[in-house]
Nanobody, 115 residues
Framework: QVQLVESGGGLVQPGGSLRLSCAASGSIFRNYPMGWYRQAPGKERELVAAITSGLTTYYASSVRGRFTISRDNAKSTLYLQMNSLKPEDTAVYYC?????????WGQGTQVTVSS
C-alpha cells in the first residue's frame, strides 16, 4: 500500500502562512486525484482541497481564496500553501487519494493558529 507522510505544520499567528507537504511512496501517484483533509478534536474529518491528475482544483468554501493546492508528480509530492490563517484552521492535516479506495492514512501534521 502507498505510504503517506505529511510535514510542514506548526504554530503560527493569525494571518500567517504555512506550506504543507505530503510525500507519497510508490510510482503511480500521477494517476490519482489527491486531497488535503483536516480534523479538529471532536469533529469529523473534512476535505479542504483537491487536485486531479489534470490539475483541476477544488476548495472548500472555508478556505477558498486563502489556500492553494498543487502537486509535483515527478516527486510524488502534494503541497498545500496556506495563507491568511485563522484560528478555525487549527487541526491535524492529512493527505490522501481523493477517490475510492483511499490509501492508509498517515499520521498527519498539526497546524495550530493562535496568538
Amino acid at each position: 500500500q502507498v505510504q503517506l507522510v505529511e510535514s510542514g505544520g506548526g504554530l503560527v499567528q493569525p494571518g500567517g502562512s504555512l506550506r504543507l507537504s505530503c510525500a507519497a511512496s510508490g510510482s503511480i501517484f500521477r494517476n490519482y486525484p489527491m486531497g488535503w483533509y483536516r480534523q479538529a478534536p471532536g469533529k469529523e474529518r473534512e476535505l479542504v482541497a483537491a487536485i486531479t491528475s489534470g490539475l483541476t482544483t477544488y476548495y472548500a468554501s472555508s478556505v477558498r481564496g486563502r489556500f492553494t493546492i498543487s502537486r509535483d508528480n515527478a516527486k510524488s509530492t502534494l503541497y498545500l500553501q496556506m495563507n491568511s490563517l485563522k484560528p478555525e484552521d487549527t487541526a491535524v492535516y492529512y493527505c490522501n487519494r481523493q477517490s475510492v479506495p483511499s490509501w492508509d492514512w498517515g499520521q498527519g501534521t498539526q497546524v495550530t493558529v493562535s496568538s
